[in-house]
């Protein structure tokens, strides 16, 4: 095995850990669960505050991670470092926005919990996995045919 092989198995086998830690604190905070997540967006009903504690929690990790990557040009693993760059607060991350809060609001799911409540054979899960996989691609489809009019247009 080569030097470029074994960094790709590294890099392979630490994307691996990374998902299997993500997907561990998914199942224990109860992010899985779509009763308990709906349980907490029911704020005038039988609200369910426990979530607040994770995402609480997610918030404080993601500031001091990203403070850390903002002094940092590469990643841990090497790579480059590609940290968004906008802040702008357009129609489309409004609507997109809408569109999460919706999703999550009725499902009760968000795309990660999804895929780990769809490797645990939830069958709502599955549902919700091929509406979210028939979203992308129906965004594909749209975004592809806008840019294909602006560059006509241009």
């Known amino acids: 095995m080569n030097d470029k092989t074994a960094g790709l198995h590294h890099h392979r086998l630490s994307e691996f850990g990374v998902g299997l830690l993500f997907g561990i604190g998914l199942i224990l905070s109860g992010m899985t669960d779509p009763g308990k997540v709906i349980g907490f967006l029911d704020l005038f009903g039988m609200w ?3 979530l607040a504690l994770v995402m609480g929690g997610a ?3 993601g500031v001091f991670a990203f403070a850390l990557a ?3 040009t590469r990643s841990i693993l090497g790579g480059a470092m590609h940290l968004p760059s ?5 129609r489309r991350l409004v609507l997109g926005s809408l569109a999460f809060g919706a999703g999550w609001g009725l499902a009760g799911f968000c795309p990660g919990p999804a895929i780990v409540s769809l490797g645990a054979g939830q069958p709502k899960a599955v549902v919700f996995v091929i509406a979210m996989i028939a979203g992308m691609a129906l ?5 592809g045919k ?5 560059r006509k247009a241009a």
Do not use: M, Y
């Open 139 to 143: 965004f594909e489809f749209a975004q």
């Open 59 to 61: 918030i404080l990790v």
């Open 86 to 90: 906008s802040r702008d607060i357009d």
């Open 48 to 50: 369910d505050p426990s």
């Open 70 to 72: 903002k002094k940092r």
């Open 146 to 150: 806008t840019q294909g009019r602006t």
